[in-house]
């Protein structure tokens, strides 16, 4: 029997052994990159690693150093500086806000702190500082909350603080008012947390736990202090507590030029103006921080510069007797009734040869509470319809034209009838006189006279009871006049926030030119002016037509404590910012009319009130048709009509010394002659002040200014 072998069916090879070593080739492979990449870590560049790790970088702190001084022109000190102890924390980078909340926590049982604005967000961001707080918080949330971003989701978590937060204790509530300005801070600035009010027990307690406040520290807070008063508060300005820091208003400037959010800075007048000169240079300390945030040193690279100082025009005895001279009269006003209406009373003293203010002062009626209250920056931010007193700039303006002259100026003064228009006259009795010459028409303070040089500047062709016409370049030529000695436009001091005048418009509601309104803005009965202006005009007459800038900063001084070793950076120089075109002959004509209105022989002048001051002055009174609301916290209440005083004088006549500038406006009644006696008490002020000499040939009747 033949035998047949059957072959054995063949195994499938395996394909496992083959995965696996495809596999073990791969963790080969990541295993020698991951070698490779030690060996360049540790072996290549380990010393270059080694040194990241370890590095530190460093960041500049500014400090604060006290402000500029303010003297007045007798180096008596009207502003100085105080040094305060003060508690401070200066925020390092990448601080928490756990480490924040543990640190006011700490600094709570050791100082008090006003917690009187301290709001229910601020306590709430205090209480979710806390980890703990937080977790508790943090459970009253869903899986999907906790999901969320970080700002959606910390106003979840304030809403459920909201609703399980304990009230706070007062050692609690004062933890959170310092872990507030601690959590405004930007990193490494420094703030205060206490600058007002810190005891001796405070910073001793403060100075001995340091070591456990990160941040904190103990530092001086500089503010202002008046060892002569606050006399003169007024003009020279506040300054803003660090709470208040930067005002809104300008916080980008500020930010832009390199201050700090809670610097203080000069919020109004002087302060305001000369904030760059007064701040001072900040001490400068370069911190550095290691990889950890931790700060490793802290080298003051610049101790700082005390602001410079600033060196008045202002005599602070005499601008004390002036704003009590304008108190005085202004306060008879008020308590008479006759300033029911009336907005305030203002006054400025000039140097007219200089432009140096020598004193400004003024007082706002308070309606509601019927008092009266500072504002002397009412001398330049209101305006008022002044009266008469522009006449001598009117008369100059004609001088200039060529419309009358110092040799023929006399025109008749009758009264001027227009169609469909009240009569046009002057204050006293219609047929008084024919005819008046310019000198004559100041001493009496003529309208009419007035008028008939606008319609002579106008080309006015008129006829009694017909309509009036003239050029209709009338405005502008009378308002090129008038600008020239300032008025209308604004003088430049250096203060903040001047206004132009007011302009009353050129054309009536049918667009005809409103030719009675020019007749009246010859007697100074339609545009309006600050006080401030008024002063530089009258001493643009006194300076014989010159126009100086006002100015009340003399000169800047550095911050040496020696007084005699102060050097001066900068002195202020009069500057001639015009001169009228008119000649020195039509001046003088001028002056002597002004003087006539002290010193003339008619009965009917109008400011002899002053005419036995000695040496004898020259004058301008002004008295205006004004209107105020019957009711002036209501503007919608009828308006009724007032009147407005003013005053303009130079003295001594022959000499001046000062210009003086005043007014009034909206009395009810003009009976207490208020405008006459400020000027009379002001000027006399002066004259004893200064010890100016009498005129041993000076006589009331004497009839004239020049010669």
Do not use: C
Request: proline fraction near 3%; charged fraction near 15%; avoid cysteine.
């Amino acid at each position: 029997m033949k035998y047949i072998r059957t072959p054995r069916p063949k195994r499938p090879k395996s394909r496992i052994p083959f995965r696996l070593n495809l596999l073990f080739f791969f963790v080969f492979v990541l295993f020698a990159l991951l070698v490779g990449q030690l060996a360049y870590l540790q072996i290549i560049n380990g010393s270059s690693f080694s040194e990241v790790v370890n590095s530190s970088s460093s960041t500049t702190v500014e400090g604060t150093v006290p402000r500029g001084m303010i003297y007045d022109s007798e180096g008596r000190v009207m502003v100085s500086n105080k040094a305060n102890k003060a508690i401070t924390y200066t925020k390092n980078v990448s601080v928490t806000s756990a480490q924040m909340e543990k640190v006011a926590t700490v600094l709570a049982t050791y100082i008090n702190a006003d917690t009187s604005s301290l709001t229910k967000r601020q306590e709430l961001d205090y209480y979710l500082a806390n980890k703990q707080n937080l977790k508790r918080v943090n459970k009253q949330l869903t899986k999907a909350q906790l999901k969320l971003g970080a700002t959606k989701l910390y106003k979840l978590e304030l809403k459920a603080a909201k609703k399980i937060m304990p009230s706070l204790s007062s050692k609690q509530k004062t933890a959170a008012a310092i872990y507030y300005k601690m959590n405004s801070a930007s990193e490494f600035s420094t703030v205060y947390l206490k600058e007002t009010g810190v005891t001796s027990t405070e910073v001793a307690q403060v100075g001995e736990h340091l070591s456990s406040m990160p941040g904190v520290n103990l530092g001086t807070d500089w503010t202002n202090s008046y060892p002569n008063g606050k006399s003169m508060l007024s003009i020279i300005g506040s300054v803003s507590t660090s709470k208040q820091g930067l005002p809104e208003d300008s916080l980008s400037a500020y930010l832009t030029e390199g201050y700090s959010r809670n610097d203080r800075v000069g919020t109004s007048y002087l302060q305001k103006q000369y904030e760059d000169v007064l701040k001072g240079s900040k001490s400068q300390t370069k911190v550095t921080v290691n990889s950890n945030n931790s700060v490793t040193s802290a080298v003051q690279q610049y101790a700082g510069s005390a602001g410079e100082n600033l060196n008045l025009t202002l005599d602070s005895k005499f601008q004390g007797q002036v704003a009590d001279i304008v108190k005085k009269y202004y306060q008879s006003a008020v308590s008479s009734g006759a300033a029911s209406l009336s907005d305030g009373a203002y006054a400025v003293v000039m140097n007219p040869s200089t432009g140096a203010v020598l004193a400004m002062t003024g007082y706002k009626h308070n309606f509601k509470k019927n008092t009266i209250t500072e504002n002397a920056l009412g001398t330049i931010n209101q305006t008022f319809v002044m009266g008469s007193v522009v006449k001598p700039a009117m008369v100059l303006g004609a001088l200039e034209d060529g419309v009358i002259t110092t040799s023929n100026s006399s025109l008749p003064d009758v009264p001027i009838y227009l169609k469909g228009t009240p009569v046009k006259k002057s204050w006293y009795n219609i047929g008084a006189y024919s005819s008046l010459t310019a000198d004559h028409a100041l001493e009496i303070s003529s309208n009419i006279y007035m008028m008939r040089l606008a319609m002579r500047e106008g080309n006015a062709k008129y006829e009694a009871n017909s309509y009036l016409t003239m050029d209709n370049d009338i405005f502008s030529k009378m308002r090129r006049h008038f600008g020239e000695f300032g008025l209308g436009i604004k003088t430049g001091i250096d203060l903040p926030g001047e206004v132009t005048g007011l302009e009353g418009a050129t054309h009536n509601s049918y667009g005809a030119l409103a030719v009675g309104s020019a007749l009246d803005l010859s007697y100074g009965n339609y545009d309006a002016y600050t006080t401030m202006q008024l002063a530089d005009y009258v001493s643009t007459v006194a300076n014989d037509g010159y126009r100086m800038r006002p100015y009340l900063v003399q000169s800047i001084t550095d911050s040496s404590k020696s007084s005699k070793s102060k050097s001066v950076l900068s002195t202020t120089q009069p500057e001639v910012l015009g001169k009228i075109g008119a000649t020195q002959a039509d001046v003088n004509l001028v002056k002597q009319g002004m003087w006539m209105t002290v010193h003339g022989s008619d009965s009917n002048r109008t400011v002899s009130a002053l005419n036995d001051l000695n040496p004898g002055v020259a004058a301008k009174s002004g008295t205006a048709q004004t209107f105020a609301h019957s009711d002036p916290t209501d503007s919608s209440s009828p308006l009724v009509e007032t009147t407005t005083i003013s005053l303009v004088a130079f003295a001594p006549a022959k000499n001046p010394q000062i210009a003086v500038a005043l007014v009034i406006p909206n009395l009810t009644s003009t009976s207490g002659a208020w405008n006459t006696s400020m000027a009379h008490d002001i000027i006399e002020s002066y004259y004893k002040l200064h010890n100016v000499k009498e005129d041993s040939g000076y006589s009331s009747s004497q009839a004239t200014i020049n010669g």
